[in-house]
């Protein structure tokens, strides 16, 4: 079963997760931003949501994750939750 890290920042509108993806493609710290804006508990570890398999996230962002490339930000991603900047750190199949 593939299994993947990855780290992200959840937060309420579509403008304010475009608002960080600019910060960070100006060279802001994608943990420290996670710290100061994410409305997720993984927040405070800088995003991490560490090691998980393939399935166990909502659809949307099981998608990204187990296809998209690795180190780059990825979004806005719209889930149920709200917008999500993602970034995934490894992936194994």
Do not use: W
């Not at 403008?15 to 802001?28: F, I, N, P, V």
């Amino acid at each position: 079963m593939p299994k993947a890290t990855a780290r992200h920042i959840l937060v309420d509108s579509e403008e304010k997760c475009l608002d960080l993806k600019k910060q960070l493609e100006s060279g802001a710290d994608f943990g420290a931003l996670a710290q100061q804006h994410s409305n997720c508990p993984s927040g405070r570890s800088g995003g991490d949501l560490g090691q998980f398999s393939q399935g166990q996230m909502v659809p949307e962002f099981d998608k990204v994750v187990f296809s998209g490339e690795l180190n780059k930000v990825h979004g806005p991603i719209k889930t149920q939750f709200g917008y999500h900047l993602l970034e995934i750190t490894s992936r194994s199949d």
